[in-house]
């Protein structure tokens, strides 16, 4: 293969796209033409632990203004008098996203929320069998002729309006049809397909989504839940197929374990247009808002959270750590300061290698030979098998070493030292 030949400055920096990639453009696919509808400020308030304020509200809607989403979704006015009042607070800031709320499909809410100042109203209605039995008890024919009477007057107060079934996989593929053809009849602007509990895979998602496609002309809004853990691959797969509109929430909170998280769906987007989401998205207030929230709700962003997580940029085993130094891209599809974010390379444990502890010679400018690196490692590794080491251990023995060097008495000094703990008592 030529790629054996290639010289150093052939090697690819960018992280490498992989050959499985569609070699023609799928015309029907929006994976490098989406929006964002970001629901922290409505599903979100369906967390367990979420109390906004107002005043939190309009720290939150700012710092995903800065994101740079396309929608922010507010909880509907219909829910109290507060919600209400933080619909026209938020709408009269002056954002750039766009402002929605999200409205049981009535005319009474439909007038409340109008009033507020809104852009646009998300209304739902429960299509499954379950919603229609055992939640509004009400038949297609009533949900059809409801739907038609609000989006009418929605539009006709010139406001966007989608219509939205809810637990969408669980409803009949006819009746579903038959509704969203006849609201994209009467002109509403989007629908939207809700995975409600969180039941559907990335195939169903992708075939309803296409077959939809083919019976409206209209945007098409997708919301998954997260229960069986495929929110956003859902959401990948609905792209995919041809929806246009994606709902997030911040950290994926929302109603039980909540929904596709923002920082998930961009890390996946990043992963397939990287210039479509650099250009639309600023990846690096990602962590600001993430932190807000979970300080509101009172969570600790998880460990292994996309992009912000505490090890998501860290590289531990020594072959891994040789190959990152040399060009990271090579265990690495999203690049850490596109993030705001910084790569670490951990040495301090069992698994290191040579070419790690030799870069961080390096970072510290001492005047070691490769072999000086190696016979380190290699006490790292002897160590490191009693307990892990903490960076602090590992330059301290490595000064240590470079002063015990200047007097000849480096490899005794090694051999002296024979637990981790007597690292410091050298200093
Ligand atoms: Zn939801």
């Known amino acids: 293969m030529a790629a054996n030949n290639a010289s150093e400055n052939a090697r690819p920096k960018e992280p490498i796209v992989s050959p499985y990639m569609p070699k023609y453009p799928d015309p029907m696919s929006n994976i490098s033409n989406f929006k964002i509808i970001e629901s922290t400020l409505r599903e979100g308030e369906q967390f367990a632990n979420a109390f906004f304020t107002t005043e939190k509200k309009v720290e939150i809607a700012k710092a995903l203004d800065a994101v740079g989403v396309d929608y922010l979704e507010l909880t509907s006015p219909a829910a109290s008098e507060q ?5 026209k607070v938020i709408s009269s800031l002056g954002l750039k996203a766009k402002i929605l709320t999200h409205t049981r499909c009535h005319m009474d809410d439909a007038k409340l929320a109008i009033d507020t100042g809104v852009d646009g109203l998300d209304v739902v209605i429960g299509t499954s069998s379950y919603l229609r039995e055992f939640s509004h008890g009400k038949d297609m024919d009533y949900i059809t002729n409801k739907a038609i009477e609000v989006i009418t007057y929605i539009k006709s107060k010139g406001l966007e309006v989608r219509f939205s079934t809810e637990d969408s996989f669980r409803s009949d593929l006819v009746d579903l049809l038959s509704i969203y053809k006849a609201v994209d009849k009467i002109g509403v602007t989007r629908v939207g397909i809700a995975d409600t509990v969180g039941c559907a895979n990335p ?12 019976v409206v002309s209209c945007d098409i809004e997708c919301h998954f839940h997260n229960d069986t853990g495929c929110a956003i691959a859902n959401a990948y797969a609905a792209l995919e197929g041809g929806a246009t509109h994606i709902d997030t929430s911040v950290l994926g909170i929302g109603e039980r374990n909540g929904i596709t998280p923002l920082g998930g769906l961009l890390a996946r987007m990043y992963a397939a247009d990287k210039s479509y989401v650099m250009n639309k998205y600023d990846l690096t207030k990602i962590r600001d808002v993430e932190n ?12 292994n959270n996309y992009i912000t997580g505490y090890c998501a940029f860290t590289h531990k ?27 670490y390379v951990s040495i301090g ?6 070419n ?7 970072q510290l400018d001492l005047d070691l030979t490769d072999q000086d690196a190696k016979n380190v490692t290699a006490k790292i590794k002897t ?15 490595l000064r240590n070493y470079h002063h015990a060097k200047t007097q000849g008495s480096h490899n005794k000094f090694l051999a002296n030292i024979e637990t981790p703990d007597m690292i410091t008592d050298m200093a």
């Open 83 to 87: 919600s209400r009042n933080d619909c």
């Open 203 to 214: 195939r169903q998602v992708y075939e309803l989504v296409r077959t939809l496609r083919s």
């Open 292 to 303: 807000i929230v979970a300080s509101a709700v009172d969570v600790t962003v998880p460990f």
């Open 317 to 343: 085993a020594g072959i891994h750590a040789k190959a990152i130094l040399n060009n990271p891209s090579t265990y690495e599809i999203l690049k850490p300061e596109d993030f705001g974010m910084t790569r």
């Open 349 to 354: 444990h069992r698994l290191t290698g040579w």
């Open 356 to 362: 790690a502890v030799k870069n961080r010679v390096e």
């Open 383 to 397: 160590l490191a098998d009693v307990r892990p080491l903490s960076l602090d251990d590992v330059d301290t023995l």
